[in-house]
């Protein structure tokens, strides 16, 4: 039996280095974007000097392309522990 990745509950906590992640939001946007790009991982967490907002460098493993996002758009799919 396959355990479809949308089903997972998310797991609550900030973002770390090397957590596995896809985005979420509305509509068919987040499925569209797995297909193109897949899961991601967190390569870097850049924090503005002054707001102290955190963003979140992901690199998606299957488009191998990094994008920011912030804590907010993302899912974690799988701890670093």
Same mark, same amino acid.
């Given at each position: #039996? !396959?355990?479809?990745?949308?089903?997972?509950? %998310?797991? +609550?906590? +900030? /973002?770390?280095? $090397? =957590?596995?992640?896809?985005?979420? $939001? %509305? $509509? !068919? #946007? /987040?499925? @569209? &974007?797995?297909?193109?790009?897949?899961? $991601?991982?967190?390569? @870097?967490?850049?924090?503005?000097?002054?707001?102290?907002? %955190?963003?979140?460098?992901?690199?998606?493993?299957?488009?191998?392309?990094? #994008?920011? &996002? &912030?804590?907010? +758009?993302?899912?974690?799919?799988? @701890?670093? =522990?």
């Amino acid at each position: #039996m !396959a355990t479809l990745i949308h089903r997972r509950p %998310p797991i +609550d906590r +900030d /973002p770390e280095i $090397g =957590d596995l992640c896809r985005i979420g $939001g %509305p $509509g !068919a #946007m /987040p499925t @569209n &974007f797995i297909r193109k790009h897949g899961v $991601g991982m967190i390569i @870097n967490k850049h924090v503005h000097p002054t707001s102290r907002v %955190p963003s979140y460098e992901v690199k998606w493993l299957k488009s191998e392309e990094r #994008m920011r &996002f &912030f804590k907010e +758009d993302l899912i974690i799919v799988s @701890n670093v =522990d």
